[in-house]
């Protein structure tokens, strides 16, 4: 069966950077789409960035800048590249991704268990 396991959260300080990973394992080729969601606590989960199979990149106009996908659609490991980090950018990330199978035509959608990120003031 397919995982997806986000690492890359952490403590840092504000003005700070992280990156964060997400790698498909299993009977995996590559990852073909990419979206990742914050959630931070007392809020609903939210879309932050998301990258089409073709790799448009969009972001939420709260990250737009500081935020950016990396890791093209061969590889298993797709990345956001977190800059700028404010507090209000604490949350548990997640993310949810369609991924290329090891067999012809196939494919698996779905989510990761997220990692948290925390921005001191």
């Given amino acids: 069966q ?7 959260g952490g403590l840092v300080q504000a003005g700070g950077s992280l990156r964060l990973s997400c790698s498909a394992s299993g009977s995996v080729v590559s990852i073909n789409e990419i979206n990742w969601y914050r ?15 073709t790799g448009t990149s969009n972001y939420a106009e709260s990250v737009k800048g500081r935020f950016t996908i990396s890791g093209d659609n061969t590889k298993d490991t797709k990345y956001l590249q977190m800059n700028s980090l404010k507090p209000e950018d604490t949350g548990v990330y997640y993310c949810n991704a369609l991924v290329l199978m090891d067999d012809e035509g196939s494919t698996w959608y779905g989510w990761g ?9």
Avoid at 2 to 7: D, R
Avoid at 39 to 53: C, D, F, N, S, Y
């Fill in 39 to 53: 959630q931070a606590p007392g809020k609903q989960r939210e879309l932050v960035a998301a990258q089409t199979p």
């Fill in 113 to 121: 268990q997220g990692t948290q990120v925390t921005v001191s003031a």
């Fill in 2 to 8: 397919v995982q997806l396991v986000e690492s890359g």
